[in-house]
């Protein structure tokens, strides 16, 4: 079988996954293809239903679609469906479409770590990978961005959880960072204090800078 395979976001075109992926099917003994693919929600749609046609075989998915993944999918795993966000997009044998979130998972393990278990989490931004911080950190989380909407909305999906909103910028003594927005993708630094209070970052936007 030959896997025809893709990164879905906007912008993509800095995404190493290509070469990741690729890697990784080759040492897995397995063929195909992994592209990037730049979307606007209209054209994310529509790639959606070539995925459902069985034209793809699966998707990635990053900035700033992770949410809309999650609404799109018939079923989602437990930690996708309680982050509401998906990066993985996959068609099942009975022609349904799960969405998986990797991203859940990563944090859960990154959270356990000895220099960062049981300090204070401070999330910058309030899209998909965001949330999928919250949902793992479970307690003590700081939610610090722009969109007071979104803001709002993840705090009311995790209401059973302390999630204390922020103005964006306000550092956290003793807190693990996590940057879940584009700062640092064009060399731009995150607002004074922030690393500087911190007790570790997890960086997720990257660049050739």
Same mark, same amino acid.
């Given at each position: 079988?030959?896997? %025809?395979?893709?990164v879905?976001?906007?912008?993509?075109?800095?995404?190493?996954?290509?070469?990741?992926?690729?890697?990784?099917?080759?040492?897995?003994?397995?063929?195909?293809?992994?592209?990037?693919?730049?979307? =606007?929600?209209?054209?994310f749609?529509?790639?959606?239903?070539?995925?459902?046609?069985?034209?793809?075989?699966?998707?990635?998915v990053?900035?700033?679609?992770?949410?809309?993944?999650?609404?799109?999918?018939d079923?989602?795993?437990?930690?996708? &469906? %309680?982050?509401?966000?998906?990066?993985?997009?996959?068609?099942? +044998? +009975? +022609?349904?479409?799960?969405?998986? &979130?990797?991203?859940?998972? &990563?944090?859960?393990?990154?959270?356990?770590?000895?220099?960062?278990?049981?300090?204070?989490?401070?999330?910058?931004?309030?899209?998909g990978?965001?949330?999928?911080?919250?949902?793992?950190?479970?307690?003590?989380?700081?939610?610090?961005?722009r969109?007071?909407?979104?803001?709002?909305? @993840? %705090?009311?999906?995790?209401?059973?959880? &302390?999630?204390?909103?922020?103005?964006f910028?306000?550092?956290?003594?003793?807190?693990?960072?996590?940057?879940a927005?584009?700062?640092?993708?064009?060399?731009?630094?995150?607002? =004074?204090?922030?690393?500087?209070?911190?007790?570790?970052?997890? =960086? @997720?936007?990257?660049?050739?800078?």
């Amino acid at each position: 079988m030959t896997f %025809r395979l893709a990164v879905l976001g906007n912008p993509v075109a800095h995404s190493l996954s290509p070469i990741m992926q690729e890697t990784a099917m080759a040492a897995a003994g397995l063929s195909g293809s992994y592209v990037r693919l730049q979307c =606007d929600t209209t054209e994310f749609a529509s790639l959606i239903l070539e995925l459902r046609a069985r034209k793809w075989d699966g998707f990635n998915v990053t900035m700033p679609h992770k949410t809309l993944a999650f609404e799109m999918c018939d079923r989602s795993t437990e930690m996708a &469906s %309680r982050a509401g966000s998906v990066n993985t997009l996959q068609m099942a +044998d +009975d +022609d349904s479409l799960i969405g998986h &979130s990797s991203d859940v998972v &990563s944090f859960s393990a990154l959270f356990q770590e000895a220099d960062f278990r049981g300090r204070p989490v401070l999330v910058l931004g309030s899209g998909g990978a965001a949330a999928a911080a919250i949902a793992a950190a479970n307690d003590g989380v700081y939610l610090s961005a722009r969109n007071k909407t979104s803001i709002s909305a @993840l %705090r009311k999906r995790f209401g059973n959880l &302390s999630v204390v909103a922020l103005p964006f910028g306000v550092p956290v003594a003793g807190a693990v960072v996590v940057n879940a927005t584009p700062l640092g993708m064009h060399g731009e630094t995150l607002p =004074d204090g922030v690393l500087e209070n911190a007790a570790g970052l997890i =960086d @997720l936007p990257y660049g050739p800078e």
